[in-house]
Nanobody, 122 residues
């Protein structure tokens, strides 16, 4: 079992920055790929970024490349998503998730956090 808890969401103006966090726990979480997804009202949940606990290999959706950075702190069992140059279209509930394999498909992820709201004003 893997437990995931997101935090750090909030309200920010366009062009600003925000960092959301995902604290992971459980006996096997370090074996998983950790992903960030987001879901805006009326839209499907979409892949944002992913990282491996081991090695730190990262993956990004085209829509956030150059603006968002995913990272992890193994000592704190936490994955971060640093969001810079935020746009109103980034507004969504951001979820962290864990998958046993690298994938951008939400249905392939086994565990999910409850989400944290990020709102970007214009």
């Amino acid at each position: 079992q893997v437990q995931l808890v997101e935090s750090g969401g909030g309200l920010v103006q366009a062009g600003g920055s925000l960092r959301v966090s995902c604290a992971a726990s459980g006996p096997t979480f370090i074996r998983y790929y950790m992903g960030w997804f987001r879901q805006a009202p009326g839209k499907e949940r979409e892949f944002v970024a992913a990282i491996r606990w081991s090695g730190g290999t990262t993956y990004y959706a085209d829509s956030v490349k150059g603006r968002f950075t995913i990272s992890r702190d193994n000592a704190k069992n936490t994955v971060y998503l640093q969001m810079n140059s935020l746009k109103p279209e980034d507004t969504a509930v951001y979820y962290c998730a864990a998958s046993r394999t690298i994938t951008i498909a939400a249905y392939e992820y086994d565990y999910w956090g409850q989400g944290t709201q990020v709102t970007v004003s214009s």
